[in-house]
T-cell receptor
Framework: NAGVTQTPKFRVLKTGQSMTLLCAQDMNHEYMYWYRQDPGMGLRLIHYSVGEGTTAKGEVPDGYNVSRLKKQNFLLGLESAAPSQTSVYFC?????????????FGPGTRLTVL | AQSVTQLGSHVSVSEGALVLLRCNYSSSVPPYLFWYVQYPNQGLQLLLKYTSAATLVKGINGFEAEFKKSETSFHLTKPSAHMSDAAEYFCAVRDTGRRALTFGSGTRLQVQP
């Protein structure tokens, strides 16, 4: 029972390159989220999904795209990476129908864009 | 919209001393509030949550938090700090619009021997 996993753990990109981050869960939760963490700014929501085939924008969606083709996976894509996207990215999952939206987090992906 | 403010980006205490990490919230509806902890190079782990059942909430590792509506606060406390408590702590509030969480900027706790 792995919970929430993220692939890769670390990545270095050059400006303009593209990549996809994978979040996978075995908790069977409906909601999935992508956050980025930057020093002094806490975690900010990039995109989220409330079910298979649905996605929505969060607080800082520009420069990112997402897809939720399967319930257990949530992909975050960077089409043309920029140095401002250097960050630690966290995936989280949550149960539908729960009033308070408790979330369970993956271990994070540290991305550096040169 | 809901938001939280964490006062103090860094807090340093001596081992055995009281830990007090401050969080104030802003919400137009009754809030659901959380404290998460992040150990170095790890993800976030839930410490405790307020869901309106009780104003004093006990969490893991000896931490507790008290919801005070009159002060719009949800401060995190622990009577006696341990070296293993050194970590970054985040306060969060449920974002009712997005069914997500809105996080504070975090407080890094340092525990001195």
């Amino acid at each position: 029972n792995a919970g929430v996993t993220q692939t890769p753990k670390f990545r270095v990109l050059k400006t303009g390159q593209s990549m996809t981050l994978l979040c996978a869960q075995d908790m069977n939760h409906e909601y999935m989220y992508w956050y980025r963490q930057d020093p002094g700014m806490g975690l900010r929501l990039i995109h989220y999904s409330v079910g298979e085939g649905t996605t929505a924008k969060g607080e800082v969606p520009d420069g990112y795209n997402v897809s939720r083709l399967k319930k257990q996976n949530f992909l975050l894509g960077l089409e043309s990476a920029a140095p401002s996207q250097t960050s630690v990215y966290f995936c989280a999952v949550g149960r539908a129908g729960e009033r308070y939206n408790e979330q369970f987090f993956g271990p994070g992906t540290r991305l550096t864009v040169l | 919209a809901q938001s939280v403010t964490q006062l103090g980006s860094h807090v340093s205490v001596s081992e055995g001393a009281l830990v007090l990490l401050r969080c104030n919230y802003s919400s137009s509806v009754p809030p659901y509030l959380f404290w998460y902890v992040q150990y170095p190079n790890q993800g976030l782990q839930l410490l405790l949550k307020y869901t309106s059942a009780a104003t004093l909430v006990k969490g893991i590792n000896g931490f507790e938090a008290e919801f005070k509506k009159s002060e719009t606060s949800f401060h995190l406390t622990k009577p006696s700090a341990h070296m293993s408590d050194a970590a970054e702590y985040f306060c969060a509030v449920r974002d009712t619009g997005r069914r997500a969480l809105t996080f504070g900027s975090g407080t890094r706790l340092q525990v001195q021997p």
